[in-house]
């Protein structure tokens, strides 16, 4: 090695010693009579003392990559904010590996750069120590999964990536053949269907990091390809999975964090619906929906006749909340697609609003004791058809107003599993799967298979924290003929089914093992852990919001002739440089 | 669970106990009065008994994925070759996951079924137990190489598969980009940039198990997608490099074989060629590569004159070698673009040979000395302007001697480091990088830089393992300026270099630190651990010769809508049904 220890480890103890390190530059102080450099590394910062004789041959500048000889002392005034904050090296001599230009932006945790400059030189903005944690806490989260997965006798097993196109697979990004020209590979938008195969190919436990691909309209959570902690087991109940997933979760949160994570609740998803107004439930605050459907059906108000009634208590608001405040409540429950919001004030012991004068004293005095408000609560509460719908609508306002009363502390973890969610849902009409079409109905739900699908609820489970959903999975159908009937369901075609799915039917044929699994996301892993909301934070060298990576400007043009090695040509409308 | 033990654990010690056990059908042997099933999972095999009434209920075949309840009972006799060849289950009851129809093949270690087979129907593939330890052994490779660089201090960081297409890189696949229709990603054929723009971040250390991709002519050793351990650091040495990747492959190599490999030989890239006639030795086993010029010089053979001369001694083969087996010899050295080699004989305490007549009794002694000759050896020789051409032929003569008397034992592993490889190569009389033109020159050749470059050694270093190349690597240059010589070197033009490595070039001007790495290649580490030729014996899913991947048939047709999304259009030609 180039240098005896790194800039994070030097202290008291070292005193006296001759030392070598290498990093680079990050301050320079010329106080005249003496020169302080600020030395970094990935480990830390250490303080180099530089007598002006042997400063004037070197002459630092920021960033600078250097290697320095010299003896460790006790500083006169130590820093306490710093691991090496008690010492600093008496510079012998300087040798520069590298000089620098000025950096197009400072290296330092805070900055003003914009985003697209610090993405241009990434390599530079990787250099900022907050970046470097991330990355750090990033690497942690891969290998605490390794170990504790391992443990469990999970194999690693890499499933391959120019895989098959799926004819509904809009989202797949192509990749041309050169041996079988006009024909195309897709990237996987998970390993879903390979591990499946693992399954009934005995693996018993499989789990791999994975690198998976959608070509979808980034939102600032996503990147064109993204990495998930994937996972199937044989011969499990869903409880064996939970407990994986919980374990997983556990050992995570204590490697990276150092917490203990409380145990997880598991609600399925209708009481997550009908409670908090989402499939993804954030549990660090109340505010929960209630169900006012009986006592608001009692006054005149025709609008609500027949409706489902739901409502949220947010305490203590009630003089604060201001018209422009409500009204843009309401605009953010049409969103939902219901009619709007309303609300009543808890004011001096009596219920107030505009739609107070559709109830009775009576009913308001039952409304305010059914839901225990206080001086100054205020109810929102709204009614449809659908119990989705207002309830969603609701949770959304929830999610609203714990932002506005600061109820998210970033630093409290509320993990749950939502369970049971339905097998289909409708949309346009038409059954479709709400995970994928291998999803396993539960077994007492399988008598609605043919009276009423929708009833049916599956053994699928989200993992959800602070209201982020982290992983999905679900126990998956192991019977051949279960698994027609489903794609029968979904309007599948024979023809469409051996297209779409055809040797994996096929499969099923030879003895398929009862199987589950899930998938982590490591970014939103990753987010949760950093604290940060934006993907790009944890990932090293991330694609900016057009998916463009601006550093080394992919996508790009590429000769004609590559092309004709995989017997395509672009179309004549994009030919033209840009 | 749905079982309480594997089909691997019970033993003696289990005796009396209910268990529960799950797999698949693996062998039936109905006795009449009784019936015996072999129980297979990932972990192993155990026996069943089942009394003819039950067997009546349940009438097993070959495949069926079952659950075995019973009573774990001592066996009559023992079977030594099991572990749990001590006892049986006699089972209470059976019930069955999904039954199974005659598989295409039978699952078993040994088997005729075409490869091609195999492949269309790998998940059944890979229920036979040798796939099964294959995947584990890969799982224990990737497992050990964590362990080891994470206990050095690497991060795991993941580095983006959606890059930017090099002009020269006619092997990239490519993938169209639909936010810049007409722009193209190419997957990368490794992460070398990404890795040494890491250093250049300050992450002092890298690795990660990186999934690359060329898109050439496959042989039995490649895929086109394949899997590499990737390493950087930063503030190093080559020692310090070479010491982290022998200790990783002693690492690998205890862990998976329970082996103490010896310790690593380093060989420079031209002792390599002159001893082994080859940059790939196999230490095995001796028959080294000899200079004969002095001697074989002195005769009267008008051909020899100003040539270099080589040979190997084959011992003992005189008696057998026929005049076939020569003509076939010379045929393999002619490939090597030499004349041919001649044979000398060394029977009766003489030499005899072809070109016997062209040496004075004298000289053919002193040969006869020189080379140790005992009786029956026979000396392979040849001559060639080019040292390098000679001794690549006589080294593939080497070899194939090899093999012919049984030296290649597989259970031997002979580690070396090639070391000092040339910077450049001529290629139709053009400077050529070797590696790639990040490789940095050895200080003590930087003279020869504009004098005569092609004598300039670089430090770069391959592991070798029984002549099968493990991994490559090199220190980088860390010196714009050098850098940029080098690039001239190779003739790019100022242009060109900004095309190509633009904004890589441009990172030098940061403050670059002095680094180096490696990579290993996966499927060659397994390769040679599972003791396989067919890199398809260590892939989950490979593809076959052609790239293809006959289970799911992929590549395929992609609907037109797809293609118009991302801008592109199949070629006339290709544009038919095939």
Redesign the interface.
């Known amino acids: 090695?180039?240098?005896t220890n790194t800039c994070g480890e030097l202290n008291r103890s070292d005193i006296n010693e001759i030392v070598t390190l290498?990093?680079?530059?990050s301050k320079v102080r010329n106080l005249g009579s003496l020169v302080f450099v600020d030395l970094?590394?990935?480990?830390g910062i250490t303080q180099i003392k530089i007598s002006p004789e042997l400063y004037d041959k070197v002459q630092l500048k920021n960033?600078?990559?250097i290697?320095v000889r010299g003896t460790v002392a006790r500083r006169e005034e130590a820093n306490p904010n710093l691991p090496t904050g008690e010492i600093e090296v008496l510079a012998d001599s300087i040798d520069i590996?590298?000089?620098?230009?000025l950096?197009p932006f400072i290296i330092a945790d805070k900055t003003d750069a914009l985003e697209d400059t610090r993405l241009?030189?990434?390599?530079?903005?990787?250099?900022r120590p907050i970046l470097?944690k991330n990355?750090?806490i990033?690497?942690q989260i891969?290998?605490s999964t390794?170990d504790y997965l391992?443990n469990l006798n999970f194999?690693?097993?890499?499933?391959?990536?120019?895989?098959?196109?799926t004819?509904e697979?809009?989202r797949?990004?192509?990749?041309?053949?050169?041996?079988?020209?006009?024909?195309?590979?897709?990237?996987p938008q998970s390993p879903q269907?390979?591990k499946q195969?693992?399954m009934?190919?005995?693996?018993?436990?499989y789990y791999q990091i994975a690198?998976c691909?959608r070509?979808e309209d980034l939102r600032s959570d996503r990147q064109?390809?993204f990495?998930q902690i994937d996972c199937e087991m044989?011969?499990?109940?869903r409880d064996?999975v939970l407990k994986v997933i919980e374990g997983l979760v556990d050992r995570i949160w204590k490697d990276v964090l150092g917490i203990d994570l409380e145990k997880f609740t598991a609600i399925t998803y209708e009481d997550s619906v009908n409670k908090y107004g989402t499939d993804k439930p954030d549990m660090r605050f109340g505010m929960l929906l209630t169900d006012l459907t009986d006592i608001l059906s009692k006054g005149s108000f025709e609008a609500f006749k027949g409706k489902v009634i739901r409502g949220i208590k947010v305490p203590g608001i009630a003089k604060e909340i201001s018209r422009k405040a409500m009204d843009k409540d309401v605009e953010l429950a049409k969103q939902f697609h219901i009619h709007g919001v309303s609300f009543f004030k808890f004011e001096n012991g009596v219920i107030s609003g505009s739609l107070g004068k559709f109830y009775t004293p009576e009913v308001l005095t039952e409304l305010a004791e059914k839901e225990e408000m206080s001086e100054g609560d205020v109810l929102i509460f709204g009614a449809d058809e659908s119990e989705e719908k207002i309830s969603f609508a609701l949770g959304a306002l929830r999610l609203e107003y714990a932002r506005k009363l600061n109820l998210l502390d970033p630093d409290v973890f509320k993990p749950c599993f939502v369970v049971d969610w339905p097998l289909f849902g409708y949309v346009d009409g038409r059954l479709e799967s709400l995970s994928n079409p291998f999803t396993r109905p539960k077994d007492e739900d399988l008598k609605y298979i043919d009276s009423d699908p929708s009833k049916i609820k599956s053994y699928s489970y989200d993992t959800v924290i602070n209201g982020l959903e982290l992983s999905s999975g679900a126990l998956r159908i192991?019977?051949?003929r279960l698994q027609q009937k489903v794609f029968e369901l979904l309007g599948l075609t024979d023809e469409d089914i051996k297209k779409r799915f055809g040797?994996f039917v096929s499969?099923?044929?030879?003895?398929?093992?009862?199987h589950g699994g899930f998938a982590l996301g490591v970014e939103r892993l990753a987010m949760l852990l950093c604290k940060t909301d934006n993907v790009r934070d944890v990932?090293?060298?991330p694609?900016n919001l057009?998916?463009?990576?601006v550093?080394?400007?992919?996508?790009?043009?590429?000769?004609d002739k590559?092309?004709?090695?995989?017997?395509?040509?672009?179309?004549e409308?994009?030919?033209k440089e840009?």
């Open positions: 090695m180039l240098r290498t990093g680079w530059v970094r590394d990935r480990y960033e600078y990559c290697k590996f590298a000089g620098a230009d950096t241009r030189w990434r390599y530079l903005d990787l250099r470097q990355m750090m990033r690497h891969l290998k390794r391992e194999l690693e097993i890499e499933t391959p990536t120019l895989i098959k196109s004819p697979g809009a797949d990004y192509l990749v041309p053949s050169r041996t079988r020209p006009g024909n195309f590979y897709a990237l269907i390979f195969l693992l009934i190919g005995g693996m018993d436990r690198r691909y070509d064109p390809e990495t044989s011969f499990i109940t064996d192991y019977d051949g040797f499969a099923f044929n030879y003895g398929t093992p009862p990932v090293a060298f694609k057009q998916a463009v990576d550093m080394c400007q992919a996508p790009s043009r590429v000769p590559d092309l004709d090695v995989v017997g395509i040509q672009i179309e409308k994009y030919r840009e």
